[in-house]
């Protein structure tokens, strides 16, 4: 069975440029989720989806970041303008059940970005 | 306020020994908590988990232990080996309304020497 993927891996760019990653999750895998993992933190949610529904988007820094996910599949995340502070790993998770607690979250590769 | 927290950054432990991290919580809404393991360049990996409703969850050489009223769980590993050397993230769930989006600790380096 496949794992989560994520595109593209790495990505510099200048500050107040914009950004966006993809995320494709593992096939039948209802919800979606996207963290950020600051360096020495763990990771943070920004945003969960159910199906193409938003569940959770209480962390998401609205001003600036967006995420989709259309049809209930695919999901991208993106950051416009990006500032320093958005250096992080973008990590993309998703899990099979709707809406239960104690369904595992399968993380992807994540991508690394870095914003000079 | 950090929800879940794992105060020791790092822990070395000798190959074939015990390895015990540590994990603390203070949100009382959590009732599922988990143990992921991360190697650099790669996505957390889940490890195992625990409701809750249960005190312990043994999976080969892991074992997890929850203490409900001190709002703390462990994770064991015995015997320790060179492939166990990564970060391992304690992490919780349980907000309600179907939003179960994971809180995570900082994470525990943990080195296995030979």
């Known amino acids: 069975e496949a794992g989560v993927a994520q595109s593209p891996r790495y990505k510099i760019i200048e500050k107040r440029q914009s950004v966006a990653f993809w995320c494709n999750p593992i096939?039948?895998?209802?919800?979606l989720y996207w963290y950020q993992q600051i360096l020495g933190q763990g990771p943070k949610l920004l945003i969960q989806f159910q199906n193409n529904g938003v569940v959770d988007d209480s962390q998401l820094p609205k001003d600036r970041f967006s995420a989709e996910r259309l049809k209930g599949v695919d999901s991208t995340l993106k950051i416009q303008p990006a500032k320093l502070e958005d250096s992080a790993v973008y990590l993309c998770a998703s899990s099979l059940d709707l809406g239960s607690s104690t369904d595992t979250q399968y993380f992807g590769p994540g991508t690394r970005l870095t914003v000079l | 306020d950090q929800q879940v927290k794992q105060n020791s950054p790092s822990l070395s432990v000798q190959e074939g020994r015990i390895s015990i991290l540590n994990c603390d919580y203070t949100?009382?809404?959590?009732?599922?908590f988990l143990w992921y393991k991360k190697y650099p360049a790669e996505g957390p990996t889940f490890l195992i988990s625990?409701?809750?409703?249960?005190d312990k969850n043994e999976d080969g050489r892991f074992t997890v232990f929850l203490n409900k009223s001190a709002k703390h769980l462990s994770l064991h590993i015995v015997p320790s080996q060179p492939g166990d050397s990564a970060v391992y993230f304690c992490?919780?769930?349980?907000?309600?309304?179907?939003?179960?989006?994971?809180?995570f600790g900082k994470g525990t380096h943990l080195i296995i020497q030979p």
């Open positions: 625990i409701s809750s409703i249960k």
């Open positions: 949100n009382s809404m959590f009732d599922y």
């Open positions: 992490a919780a769930s349980g907000r309600g309304g179907g939003a179960d989006g994971l809180t």
């Open positions: 096939s039948g895998h209802a919800t």
